[in-house]
């Protein structure tokens, strides 16, 4: 599949801007994206996921209000990810595929093959379940190479 486009999963936007211990892997995934020209696409249930985990880190007091606000203006304002629409129907058999109860990956694998694209996650298990039923084009943030 093409490069020039991706989809990425939220865990990679939080990781990206709130420290954790997967921080470094998806700093070098962004880094990816931005030196080789990658635009970045999501479902629209990206902006409510990266809305939930801040809230979730703040609420259970993993980070503060200015980090939260900060976080938040960065995954919803300064980040560029076009919204990919209508996916519902596809996101429902991609879960099904999976053998997943919720939908939710599905959307992302929908998006993917919607676009064409690659679809990167921190979900290592999301990867060598999409990689079980054939799908080479799912990857892992940790697959990124200082080289790359």
Sequence with gaps: MPTSKAVIDANIGIYTVINTPHSTGAVKVMTYFQRQEISLFAPRLWWFEVTSVVHRYLFDRVITKNVADEALDILLTDLI???????????????????QKPAYDGFYLAAAESLGAEFWTADQPLVNRSRQIGLSWVRWMGEITADE
């Design 81 to 99: 990810i076009q919204p990919v629409e209508n996916l519902y129907r596809s996101a429902f058999q991609w879960a099904s595929r999976l053998g």
